[in-house]
């Protein structure tokens, strides 16, 4: 495992904001879509409540929200390093949850497709806090993204380099720290010692790397954020004004 997860880190924080997804070119003049909701009829949610506070983890080591028996099952296969994440997150993560989740219409699924050391690090702890804080804290990371990628960016390349010669989790915890992702956590519900705990975890980042190696077996991901709508590959749906209209295909039909 060790060789596996062992990326060049120093050379990695230059190019982190870099392009992540080959389609996005062309995809990022799309405006995004109108967010109305579709003609379908809403299921209700246990408890009075809505379908979004049901979450739990997968099999397959993603997080799904939403109704287990929703007609539409969309899984995103996201970087937490990657801008065009962000980006369908800022631009349509509400509206997904709002227009679909929340009425049973549409299940949402996150599996975490990792790219650098720090990608690695994140995820270790969107994942630390279980279903309770997964959503939240990724939407978190995705909100200040710029903020944590920049000082990571501005750290000592030096510091960095001499990090390539320790372990995986030696690294993950001295980049948390870097990042300010103890703090960050904390804030956010999840203790300093359980950030700690999670990043020392071998099995954690190991699964993270098999995740990524089934997500290019079984759907054939090249980027992200990359989208399967009921187990099959979306293809040109790198925003939310391109996958919006499949949603509602996959509705319809």
């Given at each position: ?59 397959e080591g993603g997080f799904v929200m ?131 705990a999670c990043l020392a975890d071998p ?51």
């Open positions: 495992m060790t060789h596996t997860i062992r990326l060049a880190l120093a050379g990695a924080a230059l190019v982190t904001l870099g392009a992540c997804n080959a389609d996005q070119g062309a995809a990022n003049g799309s405006t995004t879509a109108a967010t109305t909701g579709v003609a379908a009829t809403p299921v209700a949610a246990p408890n009075n409540g809505d379908w979004s506070s049901v979450v739990s983890q997968t099999p939403g109704n287990p028996n929703a007609k539409v099952k969309l899984i995103e296969f996201g970087s937490l390093t990657c801008p065009h994440c962000a980006e369908f997150e800022e631009q349509g993560g509400q509206a997904l949850v709002d227009n679909y989740v929340k009425k049973g219409l549409v299940s949402f699924e996150f599996r975490n497709f990792v790219r650098d050391p720090y990608d690695i690090t994140a995820a270790l702890i969107s994942r630390c806090g279980g279903a309770t804080s997964f959503f939240g804290l990724t939407r978190a990371f995705y909100a200040s993204q710029k903020d944590w990628i920049g000082k990571i960016q501005t750290a000592d390349p030096a510091k960095l380099q001499a990090l390539e010669s320790q372990g995986p989790q030696a690294q993950f915890k001295a980049l948390a720290e870097i990042a300010g992702f103890p703090a960050f956590a904390a804030m956010r519900g999840v203790p300093k010692a359980k950030t700690e099995a954690a980042a190991t699964q993270l790397v098999q995740m990524n190696s089934d997500a290019v077996t079984n759907f054939n991901i090249q980027g992200t954020p990359s989208f399967a709508i009921n187990g099959a590959t979306a293809t040109d749906a790198s925003t939310w004004a391109l996958l919006e209209p499949k949603i509602k295909e996959a509705l319809a039909s």
